[in-house]
């Protein structure tokens, strides 16, 4: 099994910037590809970053040029920068990754005060 956990959430004004960070424990190393999505209250959750073992990055249309996402493969952590914030970025952010299994962390809010 691979446990995540989610920090660096909380509150920020629009414009701010914030640095979400999950750690991964247990079997890490079936680990080939971590990633942070999000849910907005009555909306779908949706992927915002996805990083692969090989270095590949990927990222929502809305997201691309703000977010940053981040490994530190020594420390099994994933990391999430995010920059000039807006409101509709209010979220609950979670840590996936992706081995034989799926496993996601509990969700860290972010929100987004205009």
């Known amino acids: 099994q691979v446990q995540l956990v989610e920090s660096g959430g909380g509150l920020v004004q629009a414009g701010g910037s914030l640095r979400l960070s999950c750690t991964a424990s247990g079997m890490t190393s079936s680990i080939n590809a971590m990633a942070w999505f999000r849910q907005a209250p009555g909306k779908q959750r949706e992927r915002v970053a996805y990083s692969s073992n090989s270095g590949s990055t990927n990222y929502l249309d809305s997201v691309q040029g703000r977010f940053t996402i981040s490994r530190d493969k020594a420390q099994n952590t994933v990391y999430l920068q995010i920059n000039s914030l807006k409101p509709e970025d209010t979220a609950v952010y979670y840590c996936?990754?992706?081995?034989?299994?799926?496993?996601w962390g509990q969700g860290i809010q972010v929100t987004v005060s205009s």
């Open positions: 996936w990754s992706q081995g034989t299994i799926w496993y």
